[in-house]
């Protein structure tokens, strides 16, 4: 089986389906089974609404220190919606 790999993250790459046993590949569900768990921890991680669901104001944090907090999740949140994050936002406080 051949590999083709492109760049500096190739290389890894290469280096790592060079290392596995001979033989552990049988069939390419294997391999990306294989590829998925070695470099899941890889792929970005995509924030949730959640995540605003589980935040707090902590006791004698400042508002202004939460507001920070909050909205530092909140702009994390592809595609989200401004009404509700607002919804969140009153449920927090």
Known sequence: MRLCVVGGSG???ARWFTGLPPNS????????????TQYAKSR???TSSMSLLNM???????LL??????NKVYMGIINFMLEIAMHHLVSTI
């Open 11 to 13: 290389i890894k790459i």
């Open 25 to 36: 590949i049988g069939n390419f569900k294997v391999l990306t089974t294989k590829f998925t």
């Open 44 to 46: 970005p991680h995509h």
């Open 56 to 62: 707090k104001q902590e006791i004698g944090e400042p």
């Open 65 to 70: 220190a939460f507001m920070d907090r909050f």
